[in-house]
């Protein structure tokens, strides 16, 4: 004859048939997107591995193009279709650029670091706008070049930022601007900075004091 113990023990199996038979489906559909989940993840970490690693290959290769400006650009141009949202692609952006403005390629120059301003990691992006700012002043486009800066403000490169819309103002013979944007760039800059003595410099040739 069966105990207490036992008839619970038989109404606790009859339970969890019968809540199995109405949530089998769910658990199962549960299981399966886990399953899934867990396999696309190790899948994408896989991807992005693959892809730093070809991505750091051309990297390398690039460093070694020895101021090929040709090279360098292909190299570059291959990394942004490829591995477009790698650090290796900003960063070839940023050299293929620098290897193009020594050639005297400016427009070489300014289509590498227009592409890093838009699609590069932000930590190049501030570098990149100071350098895409300055090769349009040097191919006289002070309007577009200062656009360039107004795009975004990288506290990191407020002194250098600010001596450089006074370069513009300048070219533009926008002198009281001029000034104003170099006292902002010497207030901005570290008594140690190298930089400071040359906007001192600027703004004393314009009449201006710090």
């Known amino acids: ?98 290897t193009a403005f020594d050639a005297g390629d400016l427009e070489g120059a300014r289509a590498r670091l227009d592409w890093v301003v838009k699609n590069g990691r932000a930590e190049h992006k501030g570098v990149a706008r100071l350098r895409l700012a300055a090769v349009l002043l040097d191919l006289k486009k002070p309007k577009e070049a200062l656009e360039v800066l107004d795009q975004g403000a990288d506290p990191a490169f407020a002194a250098l930022t600010a001596d450089l819309r006074g370069d513009i103002h300048f070219s533009q013979g926008r002198l009281d601007e001029a000034r104003a944007a170099y006292k902002l760039a010497i207030d901005k800059s570290d008594a140690r900075s190298p930089t400071r003595s040359l906007t001192e410099l600027k703004l004393g040739a314009l009449g201006g004091t710090p």
């Open 1 to 98: 004859m069966a105990g207490p113990y036992d008839l619970e023990e038989q109404e606790r199996i009859e339970a969890m048939k019968a809540w199995w038979e109405d949530n089998a489906r769910w658990v199962y559909a549960l299981i399966a997107v886990t399953v899934v989940a867990v396999a696309g993840w190790r899948g994408w970490e896989y991807w992005n591995r693959v892809q730093n690693e070809e991505a750091s290959a051309l990297s390398q290769e690039l460093a070694r193009s020895r101021g090929d400006a040709k090279k360098a650009s292909d190299l570059a141009q291959v990394l942004a279709e490829k591995y477009p949202r790698t650090f290796y692609a900003s960063e070839a952006g940023l050299v293929a650029a620098r």
